[in-house]
C-alpha cells in the first residue's frame, strides 16, 4: 500500500478566502480503502483527514484540506502535507508521501493613479504613474502589447491624439519540496 503527496492544487493570487485542496496518488498496487492526510499551516499542526472513499491503483483524488482559508496579501506561507496509514498498516514506500509548499499571496494589485497628459506638437511624450505595485504599460486597455515597465514611460513619436494604459503588477516566487517525514 503506497499513498503518495503528488501537491495542492494552484492557489488564486487575486482571492483572499480559497480552498486549500490536496492532490493524491494511489502508487501502490493494491486499491486503498482508507487512509489518513496530515498538515500543518507555518508549523501549526492541523486536525488529520481521514479519507474513506476508496482509491484504485494509479488513480488520483483531491482532497480539501480547508474550505476556505483566509490569506492576507503580500503575506508567506509555508503548507506541509503528507499521507499515512494506507488500509491501516503502514505505507510501503514513505519517499512520496511528503510536500511542503511555501507560499507567497500577493493578492490584488493596488490600481495605479495617473493623470492626463497632454503635448502641444508632434514628439515623444513621458508619461508617468503611481501605485504601491510594479508598474506595466500597454497600448490597449483588454489583451494590449505589453510596452513598458516602471512608473515612467517614454511613448513612441507621436503625430496624433493616442492613449496608453497603466496596470498594477504583482511578482512573487513559490516552491515546492518533495520527500519523507516531516
Same mark, same amino acid.
Given at each position: 500500500?503506497?499513498?503518495?503527496?503528488?501537491?495542492?492544487? &494552484?492557489?488564486?493570487?487575486?482571492?483572499?478566502?480559497?480552498?486549500?485542496?490536496?492532490?493524491?496518488?494511489?502508487?501502490?498496487?493494491?486499491?486503498? @480503502?482508507?487512509?489518513?492526510?496530515?498538515?500543518?499551516? %507555518?508549523?501549526?499542526?492541523?486536525?488529520?483527514?481521514?479519507?474513506?472513499?476508496?482509491?484504485?491503483?494509479?488513480?488520483? %483524488? !483531491?482532497?480539501?484540506?480547508?474550505?476556505?482559508?483566509?490569506?492576507?496579501?503580500?503575506?508567506?506561507?509555508?503548507?506541509?502535507?503528507?499521507?499515512? !496509514? &494506507? !488500509? !491501516?498498516?503502514?505505507?510501503?514506500?514513505?519517499?512520496? %508521501?511528503?510536500?511542503?509548499?511555501?507560499?507567497?499571496?500577493?493578492?490584488? &494589485?493596488a490600481i495605479p493613479s495617473a493623470g492626463r497628459v497632454s503635448s502641444c506638437g508632434y514628439g515623444k511624450v513621458d508619461i508617468s504613474a503611481a501605485s504601491g505595485d510594479s508598474i506595466a504599460w500597454f497600448d490597449e486597455d483588454i489583451y494590449g502589447n505589453l510596452l513598458g515597465f516602471g512608473a515612467?514611460?517614454?511613448? &513612441?513619436?507621436?503625430?496624433?491624439?493616442?492613449?496608453?494604459?497603466?496596470?498594477?503588477?504583482?511578482?512573487?516566487?513559490?516552491?515546492?519540496?518533495? @520527500?519523507? @517525514?516531516?
Amino acid at each position: 500500500d503506497n499513498m503518495s503527496m503528488i501537491g495542492l492544487l &494552484p492557489f488564486d493570487e487575486c482571492a483572499n478566502s480559497q480552498a486549500v485542496i490536496a492532490r493524491v496518488e494511489n502508487a501502490g498496487l493494491n486499491s486503498v @480503502g482508507k487512509y489518513m492526510i496530515g498538515y500543518s499551516i %507555518d508549523g501549526v499542526l492541523q486536525t488529520p483527514i481521514t479519507v474513506s472513499n476508496g482509491l484504485n491503483s494509479d488513480a488520483i %483524488d !483531491n482532497i480539501t484540506l480547508v474550505s476556505s482559508f483566509s490569506f492576507v496579501s503580500n503575506t508567506t506561507y509555508t503548507f506541509q502535507v503528507w499521507t499515512y !496509514n &494506507p !488500509n !491501516n498498516t503502514s505505507d510501503s514506500y514513505t519517499g512520496n %508521501d511528503t510536500i511542503k509548499l511555501v507560499y507567497q499571496h500577493v493578492g490584488v &494589485p493596488a490600481i495605479p493613479s495617473a493623470g492626463r497628459v497632454s503635448s502641444c506638437g508632434y514628439g515623444k511624450v513621458d508619461i508617468s504613474a503611481a501605485s504601491g505595485d510594479s508598474i506595466a504599460w500597454f497600448d490597449e486597455d483588454i489583451y494590449g502589447n505589453l510596452l513598458g515597465f516602471g512608473a515612467k514611460y517614454t511613448t &513612441p513619436y507621436l503625430t496624433q491624439t493616442d492613449t496608453f494604459y497603466a496596470e498594477a503588477i504583482k511578482c512573487k516566487h513559490q516552491y515546492t519540496e518533495f @520527500g519523507t @517525514g516531516f
